[in-house]
């Protein structure tokens, strides 16, 4: 059973582009989150998304940020613009949440560092 | 709301002694759960358990144990006889239920050091 897929791993833009990041979640998962790692922090909570919807996205930043999770493909974290300041590790990680929550672990695919120059 | 304290920013041990990694966590809501996620340097993360609220027996898996104790609300990892291996940095969580998921919040990770 193949784990949380994200691509790219690493992702070079400048200053002014676009930068798309991809998760595919774990087989039979329908529930995905993005989290941002700053370097030497931990992880924050950016979107959570099933199929089609957005559930909560209060920790995605208001502007130039936006995630989608289509019924076919893979989740997109897209980020327009990009600044220095979007440099990070951005984590998807993919559930099956079942009895509203209880049951529910997150795996975490392996990342993708973005670096803005 | 909810907080994660890792306190311990860097640990270095010598290979084969124990370690122990804290957690502090905040949260008002009488139901949560508590993970540890391992990052080696390759960054990825790694699960590697996950404790209900309503679960204070500690446990053990090879190495590793889990020290849970809902009085001074901490969910302590350690590590017997550490290896090489075993260096990485290591996250404590906390999980709320909201609006039927989880809501998951971080600690700082603390950075352990295994030297041959």
């Known amino acids: 059973n193949a784990g949380v897929m994200q691509n790219p791993r690493h992702l070079v833009r400048r200053r002014g582009q676009e930068a798309r990041l991809r998760c595919s979640p774990m087989?039979?998962?329908?529930?995905v989150y993005w989290y941002r790692q700053l370097p030497e922090e931990g992880l924050k909570f950016m979107v959570y998304?099933?199929?089609?919807?957005?559930?909560?996205e209060s920790g995605m930043p208001k502007e130039r940020f936006s995630a989608e999770f289509p019924k076919e493909g893979p989740s997109i974290l897209r980020i327009q613009q990009v600044v220095r300041g979007d440099s990070a590790a951005y984590f998807c990680?993919?559930?099956?949440?079942?009895?509203?929550?209880?049951?529910?672990?997150?795996?975490f695919g392996p990342g993708t560092r973005l670096l803005v120059l | 709301a909810q907080k994660v304290t890792q306190a311990q920013t860097e640990i270095s041990v010598v290979e084969k002694e124990d370690v122990t990694l804290d957690c502090v966590y905040e949260?008002?809501?009488?139901?949560?759960?508590l993970f540890w996620y391992k990052q080696p340097p390759s960054g990825e993360l790694v699960f590697l358990i996950r404790?209900?609220?309503?679960?204070?027996q500690n446990e053990i898996s090879g190495r590793y144990s889990w020290n849970f104790q809902k009085s001074t609300s901490s969910f302590n990892f350690t590590i017997t006889a550490s290896q090489v291996v075993d260096s990485a940095v290591y996250f404590c969580?906390?999980?709320?239920?909201?609006?039927?998921?989880?809501?998951?919040?971080f600690g700082t990770g603390t950075k352990l050091q295994v030297i041959p």
């Open positions: 990680a993919s559930s099956d949440v079942l009895a509203g929550g209880s049951q529910e672990t997150q795996y």
């Open positions: 087989k039979g998962h329908s529930h």
């Open positions: 949260t008002r809501d009488t139901t949560y759960y």
């Open positions: 404790r209900n609220s309503f679960d204070e």
């Open positions: 998304l099933q199929k089609e919807n957005i559930i909560d």
């Open positions: 969580a906390l999980g709320l239920i909201s609006g039927g998921y989880q809501k998951v919040t």
